[in-house]
């Protein structure tokens, strides 16, 4: 197989990362980067294993939200502070109603933190999507759609910081 080469190759691989590193970093124009007092979601990922849907949200800052979770039949909600209620958009047969304290979607500048689309369908067993339901004053609510499950369960990670829900089939 031939071998390609150039020049120009290694300037385009250095410029390729420094522009990798402007994104990830988030220079500022003072050139501080962008940071987390306490806890910000960044982004959430599900995957599916022999017995269990996971899902997994990475949370930047010093320190985990306080979590609370519960089943709602309906998928309905509060919308922030309005007193206005919603459903979830991603049908389910049930849903899991993750609520944090102490946590939010953005940066300390105001910048978005959290990456994963506000509205994200799963095709799982048990896990069918995420939806960011309400971010508002410290507050950060997350509705969970499910098809048959048997039970969840959710815990923490540090090092980094995650919330992990595993929701059974």
Do not use: W
């Amino acid at each position: 197989m031939p071998v390609l080469k150039t020049r120009h190759g290694f300037a385009g691989v250095i410029a390729a990362v420094a522009l990798t590193a402007a994104t990830l970093i988030g220079a500022s124009p003072a050139g501080a980067a962008i940071t987390c007092t306490q806890s910000c979601y960044l982004d959430a990922r599900a995957g599916a294993h022999t017995d269990f849907d996971r899902l997994v949200f990475d949370v930047g800052g010093s320190a985990l939200p306080t979590v609370q979770a519960g089943i709602s039949p309906t998928g309905e909600y509060a919308v922030g502070g309005s007193g206005d209620t919603k459903v979830v958009q991603i049908p389910g047969k049930s849903y899991l109603m993750l609520h944090t304290f102490f946590s939010r979607t953005t940066y300390d500048d105001g910048s978005r933190s959290y990456t994963t689309p506000t509205v994200l369908p799963v095709a799982l067993p048990s896990l069918k999507g995420v939806q960011l339901l309400s971010d508002f004053e410290g507050y950060t609510d997350f509705g969970i759609s499910l098809d048959n499950y048997t039970s969840y369960n959710f815990f923490t990670i540090t090092s980094p910081n995650r919330i992990v829900v595993d929701i059974y089939h």
